[in-house]
């Protein structure tokens, strides 16, 4: 995987994995969706303070045939500014990010790292223009595929990237408050624990009981050899989470 | 086991002597917590400054001792952030909008003349060659107008007459802005296509206007048009040319880069032709306005027209070479010719 090279001085430099074109594109799905539905929420919403007495459809159809000033400027202009400028105004609110790139762990940087500016971030939406021709997004994707760094038009003009930003270090700051309370359990066991529960649906049967059981042998959980032993299914899924909060 | 034991015990005690400053400098650079303004005190400063000293002394540590481990990550991402929030240009977009409209916007005029001028050339040549050609080959006005535009100047009227009986100022003046806007935007990012994707635009419209200006000739409504036009028209179109030199720009930066790479040639350029855009919201907002509520009015005589569009575009002209602010930005020896 392509890794941006982040020169924090002092002789350090910290690497990030490049977000590929998978998941950038699902983290634009992602936002489409909102933008769409909070556009469509907002139209509703005028539909029905409009006029209660009648359904949905009918106060839609009026609208749009009488397409009066009054509709325009309350219901569709608000409704086009928010489908519009969506993602300039995240971005730039919540520092490279909008809801899709949140859930899809990704952000917007400088391409030396550094918090991408008010007009970076508006070049690159301006560039959105070039990289949706001719339609859907072909263009864009079309770079983004051409190139290590997986960049569009936009983002080569604003001179920025998209990287992962997956850490939990919230998590970790957690573990660590954890660890001096109570060295039983160290960082690297905690991490270990945490891994399993999170896989733990997709991991096999008996293969993940197994190696609960080890762990919880290794770590001292709660209980006798025998009983440790003695535990199935969610039982031991339980043990393992009584470990990290206690 | 005893190695393994005291190993333990000394991380114990590094993480519990340096766990509260990884803490602050967490909350303080975590994105959105708003901590990012208490940063402009001045001791805040002081201390975030040693604790991010403080703090790549302990990433060298944790590489050496711990390497890839999570705790190494976390300290290497908590460095990576406080870094980038340390060296963040101050904030204050009223500032930077401020600096932009006072100061620099004279340098960018003096810095793009040539491309302006080039792109003003092409762009009335274009009017010209579209009204030669309909003049002589009438038939091809259908290339450049609509039937209905067609229909209604055959008829003996504008397609603009009676355009506040069909909508209201506001709406008409709320999508012109957003028309020219789009224009405008497609004019300047259509150069990243070396510059062939702003002159179709450029031409585009000059042979449009050309073409419909000889059209409304051949059937004696030239005045009305021109009455119509003129209060926002000049501004207009002086803004099209803007955003044409702007594209050309991005266009000549890839094609002909210099001494830089192709793409920082292209960065610094579309940074620079951007910085222009900004400077023309206000006037495309004014132009809107004007024609939604001052062209489509019968009420304005010829002679208010003239005035209202010969003022407008005089004020444009002398915001748009810094002359208004009397700034020292057109002074040749203080630009750089790094376009």
Known sequence: MEQLKIDVGQGIDIRFNVAGLGVRSFAFVIDWHIRFILALAWLFFWFLLIDFSQSWFDNMSRLFKESSSTAYLLVFLPAMIMYFFYHPTLEILMKGQTPGKRMAKIRVVGQDGEIAGIGAHLIRNIFRLIDSLPLFYCFGVLVCLLNDRHLRIGDMAAGTIEIYVDHETKVIMDDIDHFIKDDRLDLEQRQIIRDLIKRWEILDHSMRETLSRQLLLKVGGQGSREELQALQGEDILQSLKDILSS | MNNTSSKNSALLRWLKQRQGT???????????????????????????????????????????????????????????????????????????????????????????????????????????????????FPDLVSLFASEQMIEEVEKGSLWTDGLLNIMPSSILAIQIISNNVMVTLFAYAMGVFYGLGTLYIIVLNGLMLGSVFAFTYQHHLFERLLAFILPHGLVELSVICLAGAAGFSLGEALARPGQKSRIESFQKSVSVAGKFLVVCVPFFICSGVIEGYISPNDSYSMANRVVIGVAYELIFLLFITGKIWQTESLNQKSVKHDL
């Open chain 2, 22 to 136: 990884w803490k602050k400098l967490s909350e303080i650079s975590a994105p959105g917590s708003g901590a990012i303004n208490d940063v402009n005190e001045y001791r805040q400063v002081l201390d975030f400054a040693e604790g991010l000293r403080s703090l790549a002394s302990d990433v060298s540590l944790a590489r050496i001792t711990m390497p890839g481990s999570q705790l190494t990550r976390t300290l290497e991402i908590l460095l990576a952030q406080c870094s980038s929030m340390f060296n963040e240009q101050p904030g204050g977009a009223w500032r930077l909008v401020k600096r932009l409209y006072r100061d620099e916007v004279g340098q960018l005029f003096y810095l793009m003349r040539q491309r302006i001028l080039t792109v003003t050339l092409i762009f009335v040549m274009s009017v010209f060659i579209g009204w030669w050609l309909i003049i002589n």
